[in-house]
T-cell receptor, first 111, second 116 residues
Framework: EPEVTQTPSHQVTQMGQEVILRCVPI?????FYWYRQILGQKVEFLVS????????KSEIFDDQFSVERPDGSNFTLKIRSTKLEDSAMYFC?????????FGSGTQLSVL | AQKVTQAQTEISVVEKEDVTLDCVYE???????LFWYKQPPSGELVFLIR??????QNEISGRYSWNFQKSTSSFNFTITASQVVDSAVYFC?????????????FGEGTQLTVNP
């Protein structure tokens, strides 16, 4: 079965540094998403992306965050200047408009 | 605003017992979708089921079954004859239609532990 691929699986960074989390969605999907899960908490929506632009974003997705689809296959989440509270598991997801398929996540640790 | 409530934080059962995970939702949309995801200890989110608001038929898939009751805004999940491999966190989620965009709103999750 096709799957969403995320790299790296773990990322450790210093506070204030920029990080880029990478995702390869399922190839024929049209909608792309980032979610995050702080340890022990629920999964929270960050942003959705369709037709090469952001279609919806949450209040968490402030100016420190950006997304990009630089080519036909990758979908990235950039955090410009990381804070301690950005430590979380970040999930990428894609869909054709129905069922969301999630990647295995990137565990981001900000020290 | 959308909201999903999973009142059971943790459930512990012995293998072969049946277990029901509760999910109650709130939405102003008339068209919406409900989901269940499983998150095993390895951390990934595994899709289990999606139902739309117009389809109230209960569904069974092997040992899993889902009871959608629109009148009580509930979408409960039952595992029959539970197994140790069912141990995971289970999330109920809601995606609205007209007013809520495409985002999934997740519940807090229920940690299910199945003991041998």
């Amino acid at each position: 079965e096709p799957e969403v691929t995320q790299t790296p699986s773990h990322q450790v960074t210093q506070m204030g540094q920029e990080v880029i989390l990478r995702c390869v969605p399922i190839s024929n999907h049209l909608y792309f998403y980032w979610y995050r899960q702080i340890l022990g908490q629920k999964v929270e929506f960050l942003v959705s992306f369709y037709n090469n632009e952001i279609s919806e974003k949450s209040e968490i997705f402030d100016d420190q965050f950006s997304v990009e689809r630089p080519d036909g296959s990758n979908f990235t989440l950039k955090i410009r200047s990381t804070k301690l509270e950005d430590s979380a598991m970040y999930f990428c997801a894609s869909s054709l408009g129905g069922k969301l398929f999630f990647g295995s996540g990137t565990q981001l640790s900000v020290l | 605003a959308q909201k999903v409530t999973q009142a059971q934080t943790e459930i512990s059962v012995v293998e072969k017992e049946d277990v029901t995970l509760d999910c109650v939702y709130e939405t102003r949309d008339t068209t919406y979708y409900l989901f269940w995801y499983k998150q095993p200890p390895s951390g990934e989110l595994v899709f289990l089921i999606r139902r739309n608001s117009f389809d109230e038929q209960n569904e069974i898939s092997g040992r899993y079954s889902w009871n959608f009751q629109k009148s009580t805004s509930s979408f409960n999940f039952t595992i029959t004859a539970s197994q140790v491999v069912d141990s995971a966190v289970y999330f109920c989620a809601l995606r609205g239609g007209e007013t809520s965009g495409s985002r999934l709103t997740f519940g807090e999750g229920t940690q299910l532990t199945v003991n041998p």
